[in-house]
């Protein structure tokens, strides 16, 4: 599916499922910075928002809540990206020390804080996924046999649309890889049985000449 249609389907799927004051901060907080974030920075990199939620609650060291951005929750670990704007953030210097400090309790409670320049995004998304993409890379590959799962081509293909914008078109793969087109297209359609490769057919001929990558890219950069 489309960023538009999945993004869509995600937050109406956590709207659906709050009531009063969280059910007002995902409508009043997800707005311009935040979704820029999650179509330039986070879609691109995973390709979905599972286990990523939007204006998650958390409570200070006061016992009093507030909303992060957003928290990503995998099993025991939590990341909560913070989308800064200077207008927001840097004019009341009592809201600054108030973020800093609650930056700070949840770092003391095993949560990872990583903030993020709206500004930055805006100019150069390229920069913030590459910076999370070393980041996230080793919590996503721990524990996973994935070379075990892909042989030495598919992992190839895999690498390569990593580095396409999540696009394999066979002509130009089997001219950069080395490869025989057919060969290519031979195992872009395993990984499409794999369920890791979507074929996009073209205008009404329905010929497919290009595939797209499903899922999260940070899993296979490091392999």
Not at 55 to 60: P, T
Not at 220 to 223: A, D, S
């Given at each position: 599916m489309?960023?538009?249609t999945e993004?869509?389907n995600?937050?109406?799927w956590h709207s659906?499922?709050?009531t009063?004051?969280?059910?007002?901060?995902?409508?009043r907080?997800h707005?311009y910075?935040n979704?820029l974030?999650?179509?330039k920075v986070?879609?691109p990199?995973?390709?979905?928002?599972?286990d990523?939620?939007p204006?998650?609650?958390?409570?200070?060291w006061r016992g009093?809540?507030y909303?992060?951005?957003?928290?990503?929750?995998?099993?025991?670990l939590?990341?909560?990206?913070?989308?800064?704007d200077f207008?927001s953030?840097g004019?009341?210097r009592?809201?600054?020390?108030m973020?800093l400090?609650?930056a700070l309790?949840?770092?003391?409670?095993?949560?990872h804080?990583?903030?993020?320049?709206?500004d930055e995004?805006?100019?150069n998304?390229s920069f913030i996924?590459?910076i999370?993409?070393n980041?996230?890379?080793p919590y996503l590959i721990?524990?996973?046999?994935?070379?075990?799962?892909?042989?030495k081509?598919?992992?190839?293909?895999?690498?390569?649309a990593a580095?396409h914008?999540r696009?394999v078109?066979p002509v130009?793969?089997?001219v950069?890889?080395?490869?025989?087109?057919q060969?290519?297209i031979k195992?872009c359609?395993?990984?499409?049985?794999?369920?890791?490769?979507?074929p996009?057919?073209?205008g009404?001929?329905?010929?497919?000449y290009?595939y797209e990558?499903?899922?999260s890219?940070?899993s296979?950069?490091?392999?």
């Open positions: 489309s960023f538009e993004h869509a995600w937050i109406h659906s499922r709050r009063g004051e969280r059910k007002d901060a995902l409508k907080g707005g910075g979704q974030f999650a179509e986070w879609w990199l995973m390709g979905h928002f599972r990523l939620h204006e998650y609650e958390v409570l200070d009093r809540s909303f992060v951005d957003f928290m990503w929750i995998m099993g025991a939590r990341f909560a990206f913070e989308i800064m207008g953030h004019k009341d009592t809201k600054y020390r973020d400090n609650r309790f949840l770092q003391s409670q095993q949560c804080v990583i903030s993020i320049s709206l995004m805006k100019e998304p996924q590459s999370l993409r980041m996230l890379a721990s524990g996973k046999p994935l070379l075990q799962s892909f042989g081509i598919e992992q190839l293909l895999i690498r390569y580095c914008n696009i078109r130009e793969a089997a950069d890889l080395n490869l025989h087109k060969t290519v195992y359609r395993e990984l499409v049985s794999k369920g890791r490769l979507r996009i057919s073209s009404s001929s329905g010929k497919v290009k990558f499903i899922g890219i940070l296979f950069e490091l392999m």
